[in-house]
């Protein structure tokens, strides 16, 4: 029994990295934003960030009095 766990482990060594290899040469498809997208975007989410820590903020000290 202990023979075939010692033979086992190699060989899923060698097709873990043969899917590591097999991924590493591929180019990786990845897409960008135009800058005024990315400027309103980032926009939105500081508003709504801040938005919600204000609505936070508000239910603490209406708890709080």
């Known amino acids: 029994m202990e023979q ?3 033979r ?3 060989l899923r060594r ?3 990295s043969a899917a590591a ?10 897409w960008q934003l135009a800058p005024p997208w ?3 975007l980032l ?7 801040v938005g919600l820590l ?4 508000a239910v603490l000290v209406l708890c709080i009095a």
């Open 54 to 57: 204000g609505t936070d903020a």
């Open 21 to 30: 290899d097999a991924t590493r040469g591929r180019p990786r498809k990845t």
């Open 38 to 40: 990315r400027k309103m």
């Open 8 to 10: 086992a482990v190699p």
């Open 14 to 16: 060698r097709i873990d």
């Open 43 to 49: 926009a939105i989410y500081i508003i709504v960030s």
């Open 4 to 6: 075939e766990n010692e």
